[in-house]
């Protein structure tokens, strides 16, 4: 990597960690992070696959959520992100090149037009600005515009969205958003969504389906890349065809509907009911009548669920599957399980776990989703011994 590709926020922004590092390394860096964890927690695997590298290094986000506040203390107003070592502060990020050009530009239209405003003070409970949130769907050039502030009065919301709408942006704004947030933590939280300009969502093709992605929904980060670890993770499913597959921690259906195409029923079960409400809008709009949704929690949905499973599919967040959950989940005694973490710190604490039940694990492989960050995705294949 060329010197004039080192981001100008390098040196102060806490987005990213392997900033001026050659994303050959970074590659070689994190396969080494992987096999030292497999090793630390003594698992054993069979065929462990080359790091797959993000088809792009650059430019790959399709979500930012920015933080209103200063770099300095009572100075003049930043929007964007944490500073390193530094969470009060908050770095302006104009330049991020992780992002699609349009970012930057609504970043900083939003952040001169929200000059005059105050921003929100959360320990004396005051002020307007909170966040800004933007998302973009990669496939159909679509921008979703969220403001989350507080509840106090006096936004110019015609004049934003006025704003936003002459701004010459490559990608075209289905959707401005106001949420309002009155909760005292930096947890973007909805008290109340007002839809300030067109659509509360935006659409996205992954897998030769359609999704509808909400203001909250959850949805990878960077779809070319996690298209290409889905394609893999189901090809480690064998024969899926009359098989009933439960797919857990399912989002908003992605893998489900991937899978339903071949399954003869999936069922997704997800925490997040708006989550749950999109993955059934998608399953319809892509005429998928063989999958289903529940919302609600993993351990307490389990019980007595029908039909009974042939093949599992984990895709847990970052704090991976409690004891008591994957107990449950490997009562079900099912040969193939297929493990999707985000995060292989607890993936490997729950592959130990799954391998003392019985399980070995046939194949793992990482996937570099987020260059330039330490974050790695995993896909693992179990196979239940003496079946």
């Known amino acids: 990597?060329?010197?004039?590709?080192?981001?100008?926020?390098?040196?102060?922004?806490?987005?990213?960690?392997?900033?001026?590092?050659?994303?050959?390394?970074?590659?070689?860096?994190?396969?080494?992070?992987?096999?030292?964890?497999?090793?630390?927690?003594?698992?054993?695997?069979?065929?462990?696959?080359?790091?797959?590298?993000?088809?792009?290094?650059?430019?790959?986000?399709?979500?930012?959520?920015?933080?209103?506040?200063?770099?300095?203390?009572?100075?003049?107003?930043?929007?964007?992100?944490?500073?390193?070592?530094?969470?009060?502060?908050?770095?302006?990020?104009?330049?991020?090149?992780?992002?699609?050009?349009?970012?930057?530009?609504?970043?900083?239209?939003?952040?001169?037009?929200?000059?005059?405003?105050?921003?929100?003070?959360?320990?004396?409970?005051?002020?307007?600005?909170?966040?800004?949130?933007?998302?973009?769907?990669?496939?159909?050039?679509?921008?979703?515009?969220?403001?989350?502030?507080?509840?106090?009065?006096?936004?110019?919301?015609?004049?934003?969205?006025?704003?936003?709408?002459?701004?010459?942006?490559?990608?075209?704004?289905?959707?401005?958003?106001?949420?309002?947030?009155?909760?005292?933590?930096?947890?973007?939280?909805?008290?109340?969504?007002?839809?300030?300009?067109?659509?509360?969502?935006?659409?996205?093709?992954?897998?030769?389906?359609?999704?509808?992605?909400?203001?909250?929904?959850?949805?990878?980060?960077?779809v070319n890349a996690v298209e290409a670890l889905y394609e893999e993770a189901l090809s480690c499913i064998p024969a899926s065809r009359g098989k009933v597959v439960y797919d857990l921690f399912c989002g908003t259906g992605t893998i489900t509907q991937s899978i339903a195409k071949e399954a003869l029923q999936v069922i997704g079960i997800e925490l997040v009911q708006e989550a749950v409400d999109s993955a059934i809008d998608n399953a319809k709009r892509n005429g998928l009548a063989n999958c289903s949704f529940l919302a609600g929690d993993v351990f307490e949905l389990l019980n007595g669920l029908k039909p009974l499973p042939d093949v599992i599919i984990m895709d847990p967040p970052r704090v991976g599957i409690g004891e008591k959950t994957l107990n449950k989940i490997m009562d079900y005694r099912v040969e193939h399980l297929v493990y999707i973490s985000c995060n292989p710190k607890t993936l490997v604490k729950n592959l130990a776990q799954l391998q003392k039940k019985g399980y070995c694990v046939k194949y793992i492989r990482p996937f570099d989703n987020f260059p330039f960050t330490r974050h790695i995705e995993c896909i693992c294949h179990l196979e239940l011994k003496n079946t």
């Open 1 to 222: 990597m060329n010197n004039d590709k080192i981001c100008p926020h390098a040196q102060w922004c806490g987005g990213c960690q392997y900033q001026g590092m050659p994303y050959e390394e970074q590659l070689i860096e994190k396969t080494d992070e992987m096999a030292n964890l497999l090793t630390s927690e003594g698992i054993s695997v069979e065929t462990i696959g080359p790091i797959v590298p993000s088809p792009e290094a650059y430019r790959y986000r399709n979500k930012m959520e920015y933080t209103f506040g200063d770099f300095e203390k009572d100075g003049p107003l930043t929007l964007g992100m944490h500073r390193k070592g530094n969470f009060m502060s908050v770095v302006t990020v104009d330049q991020c090149q992780l992002v699609h050009p349009d970012f930057n530009l609504i970043l900083e239209a939003t952040l001169s037009f929200a000059e005059p405003y105050p921003k929100f003070h959360k320990k004396l409970h005051s002020g307007l600005l909170r966040n800004l949130i933007i998302r973009r769907g990669v496939r159909t050039n679509e921008l979703l515009i969220n403001l989350v502030t507080s509840a106090e009065f006096g936004f110019d919301e015609t004049g934003f969205v006025s704003m936003l709408l002459q701004l010459p942006l490559e990608n075209h704004i289905v959707g401005i958003l106001r949420t309002i947030n009155e909760n005292i933590s930096d947890v973007v939280k909805c008290d109340d969504l007002r839809v300030l300009y067109g659509r509360d969502y935006y659409m996205e093709n992954i897998m030769d389906l359609d999704f509808k992605v909400s203001a909250f929904s959850f949805f990878q980060s960077n």
